[in-house]
């Protein structure tokens, strides 16, 4: 009798214990789901700071899908759904995506919109070349001003300072995190800003000739002038009167190779480097990275990277 109630006695503690087990385990799990914050990302250069910052304490939701453009996406019913009940949108403004800022101003005031325009200076966009007819290919804010901000890395780290801020007030208690993080990445744009700042010091030619208007911010903290190429796109090729014009200025400013925007095929890019005396070579605006290059490895910083590259050969760098 003794030993029955012994073992009765055991089971009890024993049941008793598994159960405290599992509600630990339960409690645990919730409070795991609930410090991780949904918030969405614009396009992928911001995409690639709220991942970076954020870490695994934030699912990042991306509004414009890996290798596309960003400036006419159009959102589906599912993001639209995903992005009301997010915590936050990281973004850029003044008509950069209209679909995008269409959806932000509906948004319940739950969702805090975090326009990171706010926390870089503007420049000016850059006229076109003298004597070329058509448009430049580049998109241009409803400011009248350039938003290819992300391509100077000193803007990206101010970006970067923005969404931690963001990040840390919405989750405070991973403000520690976040903000180690976002240091960590800083200091690799800041190497990264080193490195062009040192290998485009001393260039033979100092004009960076290109058919997509997206290298003004780059340009400036290099002391480069940009210079954009109109009527150059994948639709059409440019006029004699802009081929002589573009053939001109390049022997003028001893031009040797003339950068083309990734999208346009390379017979046509070679056709004209032909015409006009120059090699054909190309530059990424980083606006969006296909999936294939994500899972292979490629980043701001090392698509940025190859752009340093191509530039000091073209521009003759030593």
Same mark, same amino acid.
């Given at each position: 009798?003794?030993?029955?109630i012994?073992?009765?006695?055991?089971?009890?503690?024993?049941?008793?214990?598994?159960?405290?087990?599992?509600?630990?385990?339960?409690?645990?799990?919730?409070?795991?789901?609930?410090?991780?914050?949904?918030?969405?990302?614009?396009?992928?250069?911001i995409?690639?700071?709220?991942?970076?910052?954020?870490?695994t304490?934030?699912?990042?939701?991306?509004?414009?899908?890996?290798?596309?453009?960003?400036h #006419?996406? +159009? @959102?589906?019913?599912?993001?639209?759904t =995903?992005l009301? !009940? $997010?915590?936050?949108v %990281?973004?850029?403004?003044?008509?950069?995506?209209?679909?995008?800022?269409?959806?932000?101003?509906?948004?319940?005031?739950?969702?805090?919109?975090?326009?990171?325009?706010?926390?870089?200076?503007?420049l000016?966009?850059?006229?076109?070349?003298?004597?070329?007819?058509?448009?430049?290919?580049g998109?241009?804010?409803a400011?009248g001003?350039?938003?290819?901000?992300w391509?100077d890395?000193?803007?990206?780290?101010?970006?970067?300072?923005?969404?931690?801020?963001a990040?840390?007030?919405?989750?405070?208690?991973f403000?520690?995190?976040?903000?180690?993080?976002?240091q960590?990445?800083?200091?690799?744009?800041?190497?990264?800003?080193?490195?062009? #700042?040192a +290998? @485009?010091?001393n260039?033979?030619?100092? =004009?960076?000739? !290109? $058919?997509?208007?997206? %290298?003004?911010?780059?340009a400036k903290?290099?002391?480069?002038?940009?210079?954009?190429?109109?009527?150059?796109n994948p639709?059409e090729?440019?006029?004699?009167?802009?081929?002589?014009?573009?053939?001109?200025?390049?022997?003028?400013?001893?031009?040797s190779?003339?950068?083309?925007?990734?999208?346009?095929?390379?017979?046509?890019?070679?056709?004209?480097a032909?015409?006009?005396?120059a090699?054909?070579?190309?530059?990424?605006?980083?606006e969006?990275?296909?999936?294939?290059?994500?899972?292979?490895?490629?980043?701001?910083?090392?698509?940025?990277?190859?752009?340093?590259?191509?530039?000091v050969k073209?521009l003759?760098?030593?």
């Open positions: 009798m003794d030993n029955l012994l073992v009765n006695r055991f089971l009890a503690v024993a049941s008793l214990v598994l159960a405290l087990s599992a509600c630990g385990g339960s409690s645990s799990q919730v409070d795991a789901n609930k410090t991780q914050i949904t918030v969405a990302a614009s396009f992928y250069p995409e690639e700071i709220v991942r970076k910052v954020g870490g304490h934030v699912n990042v939701v991306e509004l414009t899908p890996a290798g596309q453009g960003a #006419d996406v +159009q @959102l589906t019913a599912k993001q639209l =995903v009301s !009940t $997010s915590s936050a %990281f973004y850029i403004s003044d008509g950069f995506q209209p679909e995008v800022e269409k959806a932000v101003a509906s948004l319940p005031g739950s969702v805090v919109p975090v326009d990171l325009l706010q926390s870089v200076t503007l000016d966009v850059v006229a076109q070349l003298d004597g070329t007819e058509g448009e430049t290919d998109e241009v804010l400011s001003k350039d938003p290819h901000v391509l890395p000193a803007n990206m780290i101010a970006m970067t300072t923005a969404v931690a801020d990040l840390s007030q919405l989750s405070p208690e403000a520690t995190q976040f903000n180690a993080a976002a960590s990445f800083i200091a690799e744009l800041q190497t990264l800003g080193n490195e062009i #700042d +290998q @485009l010091a260039c033979e030619s100092r =004009v960076l000739v !290109t $058919s997509h208007r997206a %290298f003004a911010y780059l903290r290099a002391n480069i002038r940009q210079v954009a190429i109109a009527g150059v639709e090729e440019p006029s004699a009167k802009s081929l002589e014009a573009i053939a001109s200025f390049a022997r003028a400013n001893k031009v190779t003339i950068f083309f925007e990734t999208l346009l095929p390379a017979d046509l890019a070679k056709t004209l032909d015409k006009v005396g090699t054909p070579d190309l530059l990424d605006p980083v969006g990275i296909s999936s294939a290059d994500i899972a292979g490895g490629a980043s701001y910083i090392s698509i940025q990277r190859d752009n340093l590259s191509r530039l073209g003759r760098c030593s």
